[in-house]
């Protein structure tokens, strides 16, 4: 989940340009080793944490190297991220504008192969306190959805010189399209959860400006903007997990056998859709319905 909260007001206005990600010094990476966490590998994950967190931390990097594995026997090639488990005193967010963000919110580093996810599960802005295991479980997912940004670059595009493309609703949707593809072979009843909550939160809300052009959101207030770019995510969530309820994992081979990536820097959503609607058809009247008003996000039957 990039660009969710006040902070990345700023990054709103710099569709295509911060798409390229910004040499840092130093770089998160070496931000995290500097901070002098224990670590542990499990399988390929590195995972770093603090010493009261090491269960925890030990459980998200099972599970990143769950998905790891998922994906490199359905792709048959993977790498390996590494993980940080970061308390609030230790976290930081490494996009430019990123000084601003609250804690809790899990980001994902290409350059680096690195997922950074809040070790609290007491604050932060996903917890909502209601339920532990929702809350875990949301952590988890957008934990996922972060590899699914990496995954996206090392199975896709390898080879292609940027970091994310440039139509960024696009960029989310797929992101989670990993994550879900991952939870719905593995633990289907979380999958049902998940699609339960999205739900909730589209039912719950209805932006002034339904669109995939997302320039608009720079003009809303911090607060606004907070809750319409985590709107359109859980819709963007909702139509991942309908498009994987029909078309499986064969969408991302398709994505990444029939896309420009070359050129992903300078792609428009006009230009993408036709391709889109190709490889699966009825994207582009989702898209049409969507910029006419029609907020079509509905969970697929499982
Ligand atoms: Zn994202």
């Known amino acids: 989940m990039r660009w969710l ?87 930081f967010v490494p996009y430019a504008g990123g000084e601003g963000e609250p804690y809790g919110i899990p980001w994902g580093w290409i350059p680096e192969l690195l997922i950074a996810v809040p070790a609290s599960l007491d604050q932060g802005v996903l917890i909502n306190g209601s339920d532990r295991m929702t809350d875990l479980r949301r952590v988890r997912f957008v934990m996922l959805h972060e590899f699914g940004h990496l995954a996206s670059k090392q199975l896709l595009h390898p080879s292609s010189g940027q970091p994310y493309s440039s139509v960024r609703w696009f960029d989310e949707l797929i992101a989670t399209y990993f994550a879900y593809a991952f939870v719905r072979a593995s633990d289907p009843d979380w999958a049902g959860t998940a699609q339960n909550e999205w739900q909730g939160v589209v039912d719950g809300f209805t932006p002034p400006i339904v669109s995939l052009d997302w320039s608009h959101l720079r003009d809303l207030s911090p607060v606004e903007f907070a809750r319409t770019y985590a709107w359109y995510q859980n819709l963007l969530n909702l139509h991942a997990a309908a498009l994987y309820e029909e078309h499986g994992l064969d969408l991302l081979r398709s994505l990444r056998d029939r896309l420009d990536w070359q050129n992903a820097a300078s792609w428009t959503t006009e230009g993408l859709i036709p391709i889109l609607d190709d490889i699966a058809p009825g994207f582009g009247a989702w898209v049409s319905a969507l910029e006419g008003g029609e907020v079509t996000g509905h969970r697929p039957e499982l």
């Open 5 to 91: 909260t006040t902070g990345l007001l700023g990054t709103i206005g710099l569709i295509g340009v911060s798409t390229s990600v910004a040499a840092q010094n130093p770089s998160p990476l070496e931000t995290i080793r500097a901070l002098g966490l224990d670590s542990a590998d499990v399988g390929g994950i590195r995972v770093r944490y603090v010493p009261s967190d090491h269960e925890h931390a030990l459980q998200l990097a099972a599970l990143c190297e769950q998905v790891v594995s998922y994906f490199k026997g359905e792709f048959g090639t993977s790498f390996a991220p590494q993980l940080a488990v970061l308390r609030p005193e230790h976290w």
